[in-house]
């Protein structure tokens, strides 16, 4: 079951502790789109969200954006914030996190993946060995089905369906 569980939990990106990543040696984030950094029926992505990229930036942190929404959306927010990105990427298979780190271009134990849903990207970043953060999503619904989720897991944590 420890493929399911994020490394670290925040209740938004704003809170990810940037220093804790550097002392980790963490040189890079790929991080997903919807309901991570803008809601998933937004299309423009806030002040406060590209602030936000600025800093880390500044940081030196390497980024790579990854969405498994249409190549237009995710194309967009890559080029407003000048990040390169994946589309339709399928998360949480390995071929879209595996260009992520080729993208990067550092090890998979410098990488930290954000993002807000546990069976496509915590599950998808820990089969590659990222440290991964998990955040509640921006968009209520969506925040639903993660509570939903989260129910799901502790049942087939019960019923002892995975043995790790
Ligand atoms: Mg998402």
């Given at each position: 079951?420890?493929?399911?569980?994020?490394d670290?939990?925040?209740?938004?990106?704003?809170?990810?502790?940037?220093?804790?990543?550097?002392?980790?040696?963490?040189?890079?984030?790929?991080?997903?789109?919807?309901?991570?950094i803008?809601?998933?029926?937004?299309?423009?992505?806030?002040?406060?969200?590209?602030?936000?990229?600025q800093?880390?930036?500044?940081?030196?942190?390497?980024?790579?954006?990854?969405?498994?929404?249409?190549?237009?959306?995710?194309?967009?927010?890559?080029?407003?914030?000048?990040i390169?990105?994946?589309?339709?990427?399928?998360?949480?298979?390995?071929?879209?996190?595996?260009?992520?780190?080729?993208?990067?271009?550092?090890?998979?134990?410098?990488?930290?993946?954000?993002?807000?849903?546990?069976?496509?990207?915590?599950?998808?970043?820990?089969?590659?060995?990222?440290?991964?953060?998990l955040?509640?999503?921006?968009?209520?619904?969506?925040?639903?089905?993660?509570?939903?989720?989260?129910?799901?897991?502790?049942?087939?944590?019960?019923?002892?369906?995975?043995?790790g």
């Amino acid at each position: 079951m420890k493929i399911l569980y994020p490394d670290k939990y925040y209740k938004s990106i704003f809170d990810v502790d940037l220093k804790v990543l550097k002392s980790e040696g963490i040189k890079g984030i790929i991080i997903d789109v919807d309901n991570t950094i803008v809601p998933w029926s937004d299309k423009k992505i806030s002040d406060e969200v590209f602030n936000w990229f600025q800093i880390i930036m500044s940081k030196d942190f390497k980024l790579c954006l990854i969405s498994n929404g249409m190549m237009r959306r995710v194309e967009y927010f890559s080029n407003q914030l000048d990040i390169p990105a994946i589309s339709n990427a399928v998360k949480p298979r390995k071929k879209a996190f595996k260009q992520g780190l080729k993208i990067l271009d550092i090890s998979n134990n410098e990488v930290a993946l954000i993002g807000d849903q546990i069976f496509t990207d915590i599950l998808g970043g820990n089969r590659m060995g990222f440290q991964t953060i998990l955040v509640d999503p921006l968009n209520k619904e969506e925040f639903f089905t993660t509570k939903l989720m989260r129910l799901l897991e502790k049942l087939v944590i019960k019923r002892g369906m995975y043995h790790g």
